[in-house]
Nanobody, 114 residues
């Protein structure tokens, strides 16, 4: 069974940075395109960034130029570097496959506030 464990969230001031990590197990990580998703209070979960098995990345318009997704296949880990954070980035962040697996991790809370 796929297990995903997100970490690295926290409280940060506007303009600050955070780096999220997601450790995956129970799958052949290197062959899957992965993604970072977020869900703000009262809103639908949205896909913000993806990375293919070959390292090609794609970003939602709201985060393009500020967020960077990367992966380390040796560590079965995907990362999200978030810079120039805005209050509207406040959400619970999750990783999953670009086509989501049936199970989700607990997510990591990111709060951007002064």
């Amino acid at each position: 069974q796929v297990q995903l464990v997100e970490s690295g969230g926290g409280l940060v001031q506007p303009g600050g940075s955070l780096r999220l990590s997601c450790a995956a197990s129970g799958l052949i990580f290197s062959i899957y395109a992965m993604g970072w998703y977020r869900q703000a209070p009262g809103k639908e979960r949205e896909l913000v960034a993806t990375i293919t098995s070959g390292g090609t990345t794609n970003y939602a318009a709201a985060v393009n130029g500020r967020f960077t997704i990367s992966r380390d296949n040796a560590k079965n880990t995907v990362y999200l570097q978030m810079n120039s954070l805005k209050p509207e980035d406040t959400a619970v962040y999750y990783c999953n496959g670009r086509t989501p697996f049936s199970s989700w991790g607990q997510g990591t809370q990111v709060t951007v506030s002064s």
